[in-house]
C-alpha cells in the first residue's frame, strides 16, 4: 500500500473517532433555569389552576444531522399536558428549564428540555 493511502486511511479513521467519542459535545443552546415576574400580581386577582406542570421538547442528533429540541414546544406541551389552553386567559409562572443531553450512544443523542412551572388563571387585573 502507498504511503499516502497509508496516510489517507489513518487520517479518515482518526476523524471517525472524533465523531464518534464527541457525537453530543453540545451543538444545542443552552438553557438556563428562568424564573418570570409578573408585577401584576397583587392580592387575590389570581387563582392556581396547576401546580408543577411539566412539558418537554425532545431533540437528535445523528452525526452531523441536527434536530434541536426548543423551549416553545416544552411550554406548549406542558400546557397540553395540564388540560389547558394556551390562549392567554393562563399565565404560566415559576418557571424553570432544564436542559439535558441523554444517552451518548456513540454517533448520536436525544437531547431535551424540560419546562416545569405554576399555571394560573387571572381573575381580575382591577383589583
Keep these: 500500500m502507498p504511503k499516502t ?3 489517507a486511511v489513518a487520517v479518515m479513521l482518526a476523524a471517525c473517532a472524533c465523531v464518534l467519542f464527541t ?7 443552552q438553557t438556563k433555569s428562568v424564573g418570570l415576574t409578573v408585577n401584576y400580581l397583587k392580592g387575590r ?6 401546580k408543577n406542570a411539566i ?4 431533540g437528535w442528533r445523528f452525526l452531523f ?3 434541536a429540541p ?3 414546544e416544552a411550554v406548549r406541551n406542558l400546557f397540553f399536558n395540564a388540560g389547558l389552553p394556551q390562549n392567554g386567559e393562563y399565565e404560566l409562572i415559576n418557571a424553570t428549564s432544564e436542559n439535558t443531553y441523554g444517552t451518548d450512544y456513540f454517533l448520536g443523542c436525544f437531547p431535551t428540555i424540560v419546562v ?3 399555571i394560573i388563571k387571572l381573575t381580575d387585573l382591577k383589583k
Excluded: H
Design 5 to 7: 493511502l497509508k496516510i
Design 23 to 29: 457525537a453530543c459535545q453540545s451543538p444545542f443552546p
Design 45 to 50: 386577582n389570581y387563582e392556581v389552576v396547576r
Design 55 to 58: 412539558g418537554k421538547s425532545e
Design 65 to 67: 444531522f441536527t434536530q
Design 70 to 72: 426548543n423551549y416553545p
Design 116 to 118: 416545569t412551572g405554576d
